[in-house]
């Protein structure tokens, strides 16, 4: 089950997830605590079970009723349990939004979302050599008005 963890953001548990997400330098870590604490549009939720927080899932909800992951995390010895796809879902169902976006560098979480009925486009490669990808996820609400 998802649950608010922005108030914890400075939290060993929290920190821990994030650099799952981010790159493994403290700098960034940092930055993306700043962004999260200061930034309200920014949510920061993460899954718990048996009060043990396995998982976190970062998201800007914007006016257009697109929902934007910034950052998707779970602890490495829980992967593959369907943490991650139990996130995304519960955000598709509790937050009703018209379509969501995630962009990656990661081959890995491109067939990820791939996986949860995305539409996975490339972005090219960057200048450092790294193809990103943009994950697109449109609800059935948003293609019927159209």
Not at 115 to 141: D, H, K, Q, W
Request: glycine share 6%; proline share 3%; aromatic share 8%.
């Amino acid at each position: 089950m998802l649950k608010d963890i922005k108030p914890l953001i400075e939290t060993p548990e929290v920190n821990e997830l994030l650099t799952y997400a981010v790159i493994d330098d403290p700098d960034t870590l940092q930055q993306t605590s700043s962004e999260y604490s200061e930034q309200t549009a920014l949510q920061l939720f993460g899954w718990e079970e048996e009060n043990l927080l396995l998982g976190l899932v970062g998201f800007e909800e914007t006016e257009d009723g697109s929902l934007e992951v910034r950052h998707i995390a779970v602890l490495p010895e829980n992967r593959g349990k369907g943490y991650a796809r139990g996130m995304i879902l519960e955000l598709l169902t509790s937050r009703e939004p018209r379509y969501i976006l995630a962009e990656t560098e990661d081959e890995v979480a491109a067939n990820f979302y791939r996986s949860l009925g995305f539409m996975v486009y490339s972005l090219g490669i960057n200048a450092a050599g790294i193809e990103l990808f943009r994950c697109v996820y449109e609800t059935e609400e948003s293609e019927d008005m159209e």
